[in-house]
């Protein structure tokens, strides 16, 4: 049996981690929620997700902060953080890369594809 992939979904708006959760789990993943810095640096104290979706306009401490302090936590640099933003500016990709990000996937999810992006993001 395999084990069950776990991401962590980082975002502020209730209405978007419920439309991802379902349909990440729909895709058979653990989705685990936090909806500030803080809760997901508590989270990550727990848990070490395969993968983290990172919203990036966040109130207190943005998604580019944030991912800066997991990047330099130790045993947490390989792990997949990935923009998950309605940052669709020119621009907006390179900067969320540019913060430590390694994918980039705008917002609204298209709920057909959300699912291959993931597993190509775990893939990498």
């Known amino acids: 049996m395999s084990e069950i992939t776990t991401i962590l979904y980082v975002e502020d708006n209730k209405d978007n981690r419920t439309l991802v959760r379902r349909v990440l789990m729909a895709e058979?993943?653990?989705?685990?929620?936090?909806v500030n810095a803080t809760e997901a640096l508590k989270t990550l104290e727990e848990t070490v997700p395969d993968l983290i979706l990172m919203d990036i306009n966040m109130p207190d401490v943005d998604g580019f902060t944030l991912t800066a302090q997991i990047k330099i936590k130790p045993?947490?640099?390989?792990?997949?953080?990935?923009?998950l933003t309605a940052n669709v500016m020119r621009g907006d990709r390179?900067?969320?890369?540019?913060?430590?990000?390694d994918g980039y996937i705008q917002k609204p999810i298209d709920i057909d594809t959300i699912g291959n992006q993931i597993e190509h993001y775990l893939r990498s």
């Open 28 to 34: 058979g993943y653990n989705v685990l929620e936090a």
């Open 94 to 101: 390179e900067k969320s890369l540019d913060a430590g990000c």
């Open 75 to 83: 045993g947490f640099e390989k792990i997949p953080i990935i923009a």
